[in-house]
């Protein structure tokens, strides 16, 4: 069993900076690939970044490829988005994600979810 706990600063500047934070509970998360999606309202969640269970690998969508940096520290259980040049656009509720299988992350096929956390920006 893995919880998810994401957490970030929710309302910011268009312009400016956001690292998003997600810490997981388990002794087992290593063994997890982990990721990162997000909803805008009115729209389908849809996926941001991953990275494998040990860290070597990162896929992120061509969409923010470039803005966003998805990295982890399996010794503190923690796995964080880190954002560039925000855009309004980019306002949506961001959430984290677990799955024994990166290949399939992409498409939705998740395990586990977080609650989510509510990111405004404003321009």
């Known amino acids: 069993q893995v919880q998810l706990v994401e957490s970030g600063r929710g309302l910011v500047q268009a312009g400016g900076s956001l690292r998003l934070s997600c810490a997981a509970s388990g002794r087992t998360f290593s063994s997890y690939a982990s990721g990162w999606f997000r909803q805008a309202p009115g729209k389908e969640r849809e996926f941001l970044a991953s990275?494998?269970?040990?860290?070597?690998?990162?896929y992120y969508a061509t969409s923010v490829k470039g803005r966003f940096t998805i990295s982890r520290d399996n010794a503190k259980n923690t796995v964080d988005l880190q954002i560039n040049s925000l855009k309004p656009e980019d306002t949506a509720v961001y959430y984290c994600?677990?799955?024994?299988?990166?290949?399939?992350?992409?498409?939705?096929?998740?395990?586990?979810w977080g609650k989510g956390t509510l990111v405004t920006v404003s321009s």
């Open positions: 994600a677990a799955s024994p299988n990166i290949a399939t992350m992409e498409g939705g096929d998740i395990q586990y």
């Open positions: 990275i494998s269970g040990g860290g070597s690998r990162t």
